[in-house]
């Protein structure tokens, strides 16, 4: 393997050799600080004056920002230096010296920013949030693999809706019509009743015309799905889940994290269990404070943040009016105008960030739902047949991932916590 920022602390003492841009510089008559990256780190290179060859120095000077080249140095230890280390350059030989780089150290706008953000994934801070996003899918991995999950993929085209139909995805399908999936959950619980405990983690899609810091028309979802689980069981796998997710970023992104000057204190308190409310409780809650909404409707950001605020740790809402929930969850036996589901609300406003449920196990109430949802195209068949051989009782949800890293990271908007964001009015880069 070749030699990288990252590894710097094992040659200490030794010369090396590796690739890197330069991001920044500081130079006198006599030294150079060379601010140097290679995507796995960042460490300063000084290039002292009257210590290196006259070739070595003008090569130095020569470099621009974002310019790319191989640089030879010395490993040191520095104490004061984020990485713990600094390199004593010995050769400095440029690949390309850039010209112009449209990202300068002053402050750009967001639209700006947003036009080039094929470039400004290089900055530190969207380095630190891109380094946690793939912590956070590490860890996800390694909790279900640690609990028996098998991994099964979803398809990405569909014949069907789940999530309702107003924010389909419309393409052809050679002479059929198809529609970009908002959701793998129906094939999950197909593959629950084959493998037990199963989850996707892919690509969705949702057509919605909301443009807040919170909605991505294309998002990343984790959907784990799991035969003779109830509601109660389901919500204990969710804030295991959540719990293990935020310790692995503490323990594992502790420069990213400093970067991003998060708060840590407020992420070490992630642990389970997590508060539970009713729906019923937070309406009342929420009338109390001021609020105007009715039982019956469905909450909004401002809902969420006000009943977020009150809890340290994300907070489950439990028990839904059937009416505002999708058509596969299951009614509450002792009161059946509500649903056995949660949804997730993370703290600091972050909003919804896991939906999920003990879904209809019943055929001849998932016959009446199909009838009440119109839902009586071939189309959903197949789905049909899960209750039909062999139904059981079963439970799952999907955690959103770009709104699990903003709030991880402490990232205003969900527009960076995806590498490519696709929005309202934004399909480039
Ligand atoms: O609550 P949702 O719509 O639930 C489902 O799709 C279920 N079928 C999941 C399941 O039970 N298997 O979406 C789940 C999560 C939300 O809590 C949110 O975190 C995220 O997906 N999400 C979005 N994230 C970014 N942009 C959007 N437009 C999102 N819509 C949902
Ligand atoms: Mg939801």
New binding site residues.
């Given amino acids: 393997m070749n030699i990288t920022i990252s590894k710097l602390g094992q040659y200490v003492g030794q010369e090396v050799t590796f690739g890197a841009w330069l991001f920044q510089k500081r130079s006198s008559g006599k030294i150079q600080f060379l601010q140097l990256r290679d995507g796995t780190g960042f460490v300063q290179g000084v290039v002292v004056k009257s210590e290196v060859s006259e070739e070595t120095w003008n090569n130095g000077k020569e470099l621009t920002q974002e310019s790319s080249l191989y640089v030879t140095g010395i490993v040191r230890e520095e104490e004061r230096a984020p990485s713990g280390y600094e390199l004593t350059v010995t050769g400095v030989e440029p690949i390309q010296i850039t010209e112009e780089y449209p990202i300068t150290p002053k402050e750009h706008g967001t639209e700006f920013l947003m036009d080039h953000r094929h470039l400004w994934l290089r900055s530190k801070r969207q380095h630190a949030i891109m380094k946690v996003r793939h912590e956070v899918i590490r860890a996800m991995h390694e909790f279900f693999h640690e609990n028996e999950f098998v991994k099964v993929d979803a398809p990405i085209l569909t014949s069907s809706a789940?999530?309702g139909t107003t924010d389909l995805f419309h393409t052809k399908y050679f002479d059929n019509d198809a529609y970009l999936s908002?959701?793998g959950?129906l094939y999950?619980e197909a593959a629950a009743m084959a493998l037990g405990k199963v989850y996707s983690f892919g690509p969705t899609f949702?057509a919605?015309k909301?443009k807040t810091r919170?909605?991505?028309i294309e998002?990343w979802?984790i959907?784990p799905?799991m035969a003779f689980m109830d509601h109660e069981q389901n919500l204990e796998v969710q804030e295991q889940f959540v719990a293990h997710v935020v310790q692995s970023v503490i323990k594992n992104c502790p420069l990213e994290l400093k970067t991003l000057g998060r708060d840590i204190s407020k992420l070490e308190n992630i642990t389970a269990p997590f508060p539970r409310i009713t729906y019923d409780e937070a309406i009342a809650f929420l009338q109390e404070n001021g609020h105007e909404i009715e039982w019956g409707e469905d909450f909004g950001a401002p809902h969420e943040t006000a009943i977020a605020e009150h809890y340290d740790k994300p907070v489950f809402i439990t028990h839904y009016p059937a009416e505002i929930k999708?058509f596969y969850m299951k009614p509450d036996p002792n009161r059946p105008e509500v649903v056995l589901c949660a949804?997730l609300i993370a703290p600091e406003g972050y909003g919804?960030?896991?939906?999920?449920?003990q879904r209809i196990d019943d055929p001849e109430l998932m016959v009446e739902r199909y009838k009440e949802h119109d839902l009586t195209d071939e189309s959903y068949q197949w789905y049909m047949d899960l209750r039909k051989y062999g139904t059981v009782p079963h439970s799952?949800?999907?955690?959103?991932l770009?709104?699990t890293v903003a709030w991880i990271t402490g990232t205003e908007h969900?527009r960076e916590s995806i590498p490519f964001p696709r929005l309202l009015n934004r399909l480039y880069p």
């Fill in positions: 789940a999530e908002q959701t959950q999950m949702r919605e909301s919170r909605h991505l998002f979802m959907e799905e999708a949804d919804e960030i896991i939906g999920g449920s799952g949800f999907g955690l959103g770009e709104r969900v």
